[in-house]
């Protein structure tokens, strides 16, 4: 292996972008609808299931900024869990990691993006499928020749996609001014039961809207100076996630009254139609194609660096841990993951694994902020210079992030025992596979 490392390139714009880029996908032109529904038709416990989840997120980073700034080395959640708990942990993260959550997500937005590129040109089945690995191997390529390169990629996607973002929702907004606006039922009389369940599964589709965070820990090895930008990053990131997402929220509102969000599963559309007109299918299409476009290009920025961890730990391949000679970057990581990503786009078998697993994720999300919890017990001599962001509120603050997540996996094996059998089954199939390559 190469005794080369990852050079440190990323500088605080960088990772507060990759943040802001890999979270927004296409959720928060979808979602709001279905949340909406699920509060009862009342936009402020609808607006609260988006604060609260953004509250949420917001937790988990401020204890993953600590990590961070602490052990700012390439793989990130990976290296915490390591640390921690053991490589049998992180093994198990990273080889489900490797086999569904990232892989998988790349292969859902490509497969998005083919059919968004639908509203353009007419391009068949066949065609939507090459057209979501070309994408892949597109965004391959621009992040195996150079993560600084990759990385303005990243930071001008990103811009793009926020602008655009922040501009509908301003339109939608303004342009209801001195006209009749559609109502807009506020709170109900009282919060029942049923309510409260309500707003419980509109948390649900929420945090999917928020998920990807935590994925800016596994470039913090490419970070400068991370002791005080990493943490400085994942904080604002997250944080602007929240007001972004409110701000959009407000606009579909503004547009649609609460009755139009609530009866739409293509709010953002059908926002901008009551505003522009026909032509806004186009509009929203292509604001979707950029921000699928940002959100894949930052998971392959980050998400190679667990494989390129684990390979350097001698748990993956070999390869996967070499640094190009010519490029810097995990360029055989990249591929790796890209390639298996195209196979899972291709062959349209991701979907339904992807279901079942995603919620395996924030069982290791939860194990990521405990990580605070130990490393301050069995590292208590570690230097201030070196633990330079202590998470405020602690232990609260990390505490809450793990309760919350730990009801989140709670609640589905209670209402889907079938799928939470099967998400856990796929990540205890990585067990034999890691004492085989202990012994390789």
Same mark, same amino acid.
């Given at each position: 292996? %190469? #005794?080369?490392?990852?050079?440190?390139?990323?500088?605080?714009?960088?990772?507060?972008?990759?943040?802001?880029?890999?979270? !927004?996908?296409? @959720?928060? &032109?979808?979602?709001?609808?279905?949340?909406?529904?699920?509060?009862?038709?009342?936009?402020?416990?609808?607006?609260?299931?988006?604060?609260?989840?953004?509250?949420?997120?917001?937790?988990? $980073?401020?204890?993953?900024?600590?990590?961070?700034?602490?052990?700012?080395?390439?793989?990130?959640?990976?290296?915490?869990?390591?640390?921690? =708990?053991?490589?049998?942990?992180?093994?198990?993260?990273?080889?489900? &990691?490797?086999?569904?959550?990232?892989?998988?997500?790349?292969?859902?937005?490509?497969?998005? %993006?083919?059919?968004?590129?639908?509203?353009?040109?007419? !391009?068949?089945?066949?065609?939507?499928?090459?057209?979501?690995?070309?994408?892949?191997?597109?965004?391959?390529?621009?992040?195996?020749?150079?993560?600084?390169?990759?990385?303005?990629?990243?930071?001008?996607?990103?811009?793009?996609?926020?602008?655009?973002?922040?501009?509908?929702?301003?339109?939608?907004?303004?342009?209801?001014?001195?006209?009749?606006?559609?109502?807009?039922?506020?709170?109900?009389?009282? &919060?029942?039961?049923?309510?409260?369940?309500?707003?419980?599964?509109?948390?649900?589709?929420?945090?999917?809207?928020?998920?990807?965070?935590?994925?800016?820990?596994?470039?913090?090895?490419?970070? !400068?100076?991370?002791?005080?930008? *990493?943490? /400085?990053?994942?904080?604002?990131?997250?944080?602007?996630?929240? @007001?972004?997402?409110?701000?959009?929220?407000?606009?579909?509102?503004?547009?649609?009254?609460?009755? +139009?969000?609530?009866?739409? #599963?293509?709010?953002?559309?059908? $926002?901008?139609?009551?505003?522009?007109?026909? @032509?806004?299918?186009?509009?929203?299409?292509?604001?979707?194609?950029?921000?699928?476009?940002?959100?894949?290009?930052?998971?392959?920025?980050?998400?190679?660096?667990?494989?390129?961890?684990? $390979?350097? #730990?001698?748990? =993956? *391949?070999?390869?996967?841990?070499?640094?190009?000679? /010519?490029?810097?970057?995990?360029?055989? %990581?990249?591929?790796? +993951?890209?390639?298996?990503?195209?196979?899972?786009?291709? %062959?349209?078998?991701?979907?339904?694994?992807?279901?079942?697993?995603?919620?395996?994720?924030?069982?290791?999300?939860?194990? +990521?902020?405990?990580?605070?919890?130990?490393?301050?017990?069995?590292?208590?001599?570690?230097?201030?210079?070196?633990?330079?962001?202590?998470?405020?509120?602690?232990?609260?603050?990390?505490?809450?992030?793990?309760?919350?997540?730990?009801?989140?996996?709670?609640?589905?094996?209670?209402?889907?025992?079938?799928?939470?059998?099967?998400?856990?089954?796929?990540?205890?199939?990585?067990?034999?596979?890691? *004492?085989?390559?202990?012994?390789?």
């Amino acid at each position: 292996m %190469s #005794d080369r490392t990852l050079s440190r390139v990323l500088g605080l714009r960088d990772l507060i972008l990759i943040v802001i880029g890999t979270v !927004i996908g296409s @959720g928060i &032109f979808l979602v709001p609808g279905g949340v909406l529904r699920q509060a009862g038709g009342f936009a402020g416990p609808a607006l609260l299931v988006w604060i609260v989840g953004g509250g949420l997120s917001l937790l988990g $980073a401020l204890a993953y900024g600590e990590l961070g700034a602490m052990n700012p080395a390439a793989g990130g959640l990976y290296v915490y869990l390591r640390e921690a =708990f053991g490589p049998l942990t992180a093994f198990l993260y990273g080889w489900t &990691f490797f086999l569904v959550i990232a892989t998988g997500s790349a292969a859902t937005l490509a497969v998005a %993006s083919a059919s968004y590129v639908q509203q353009f040109v007419s !391009i068949g089945p066949l065609g939507q499928k090459a057209t979501a690995v070309a994408l892949l191997a597109l965004v391959c390529a621009i992040n195996v020749r150079s993560t600084r390169r990759s990385a303005d990629v990243q930071n001008w996607s990103t811009a793009i996609k926020v602008g655009a973002l922040l501009v509908m929702s301003a339109v939608l907004v303004v342009s209801r001014r001195g006209v009749a606006s559609p109502a807009v039922a506020l709170w109900p009389e009282a &919060f029942t039961p049923a309510l409260w369940s309500g707003m419980g599964l509109g948390m649900i589709g929420v945090l999917w809207a928020y998920e990807g965070w935590q994925y800016v820990t596994f470039s913090a090895g490419e970070a !400068i100076n991370p002791q005080r930008t *990493f943490p /400085r990053a994942i904080v604002a990131g997250t944080a602007s996630l929240i @007001g972004i997402y409110l701000f959009a929220n407000t606009g579909y509102l503004v547009a649609l009254g609460t009755e +139009g969000v609530a009866t739409s #599963d293509r709010v953002a559309a059908e $926002a901008v139609g009551a505003i522009v007109g026909p @032509g806004a299918a186009k509009l929203i299409a292509a604001a979707i194609l950029v921000s699928i476009f940002s959100a894949t290009n930052g998971l392959t920025i980050s998400a190679p660096r667990v494989y390129y961890a684990m $390979a350097r #730990d001698g748990l =993956f *391949f070999q390869t996967l841990g070499q640094v190009h000679a /010519r490029y810097g970057t995990p360029a055989v %990581s990249i591929i790796a +993951g890209t390639v298996w990503a195209m196979i899972l786009a291709a %062959s349209g078998t991701f979907e339904q694994l992807l279901t079942y697993v995603v919620f395996v994720g924030w069982i290791f999300y939860a194990l +990521g902020a405990a990580c605070v919890f130990v490393l301050r017990r069995t590292q208590p001599d570690v230097p201030s210079r070196e633990r330079p962001f202590h998470v405020p509120g602690y232990p609260w603050t990390p505490l809450l992030f793990i309760l919350a997540a730990a009801a989140l996996v709670a609640n589905t094996i209670a209402t889907q025992p079938v799928r939470a059998a099967v998400g856990i089954a796929v990540v205890m199939a990585g067990v034999p596979v890691y *004492f085989i390559w202990r012994k390789v």
